[in-house]
């Protein structure tokens, strides 16, 4: 039978591209964001973070991007390996609560 | 430093039983939050524990409880357990009061029969 739950957005790309992933975040509040990458079986994984008073910050391959204005965050994923398969989550900090979004699916195509 | 742990890491119980999750934090973190991960509704926040206080608390039926003791290790207590309570429950850990980054454990998967 049919299956009832979250439908995850779902990315696909080729070994070697650049990933992007979005996210909309919904309070103007929030002043903290996290990215976390989820692997089957396990819990979620710190990426990377951004305060709001910054609109860039960079790591290792990865990328996170702040627009205020239209309040969204993005992941970039450079050079995207088989090992970056995995759910990644964005987390919006307000008034000290973590508000989660639900995810997107990320397949890398060897 | 090790991170966030867990235990058990698999449970199966029956419908009608309890369960206790237990949860040490990451060395020095005073917080320690409990989220119910489903398919069905994503990760949704139970309550968040702070020096022994419960701090914050989503909206989940009093089956669901939880305490912290004075070394910031938590444990969660879910009674009367229900078919949908299967889910995997994780645990994470952060500093302190302030937007500290939240770190993950790797979550008890509980299976209800």
């Known amino acids: 039978g049919e299956s009832v739950g979250l439908h995850l957005p779902t990315l696909s790309v080729q070994e070697g591209d650049n990933s992007i992933i979005n996210c909309a975040y919904s309070n103007s509040a929030s002043d903290y964001f996290i990215w976390y990458k989820q692997e089957s079986g396990k819990g979620p994984q710190f990426i990377i973070d951004i305060r709001s008073n910054m609109d860039k910050r960079q790591g290792q391959r990865v990328t996170v991007l702040l627009n205020k204005t239209v309040k969204h965050l993005s992941l970039q994923i450079a050079a995207t390996q088989p090992g970056d398969s995995a759910v990644y989550f964005c987390?919006?900090?307000?008034?000290?609560?973590?508000?989660f979004g639900t995810g997107t699916s990320l397949t890398v195509i060897p | 430093k090790a991170g966030v742990t867990q235990t058990p890491r698999y449970l199966i119980k029956t419908r009608g039983q309890q369960v206790t999750l237990s949860c040490s934090p990451i060395s020095g973190h005073r917080s320690v939050s409990w989220y119910q991960q489903t398919p069905g509704q994503g990760l949704q926040f139970l309550f968040e524990?702070?020096?022994?206080?419960?701090?914050n608390k989503g909206n989940f039926p009093g089956r669901f409880s939880g305490r912290q003791f004075s070394n910031s290790r938590s444990e969660m207590n879910v009674s009367t357990l229900e078919l949908g309570d299967s889910a995997l429950y994780l645990c994470a850990s952060r500093k302190g009061t302030s937007a500290d980054t939240q770190y993950f454990g790797p979550g008890t998967r509980l299976t209800v029969l």
């Open positions: 987390a919006e900090i307000s008034f000290n609560q973590f508000y």
């Open positions: 524990y702070f020096s022994e206080t419960q701090r």
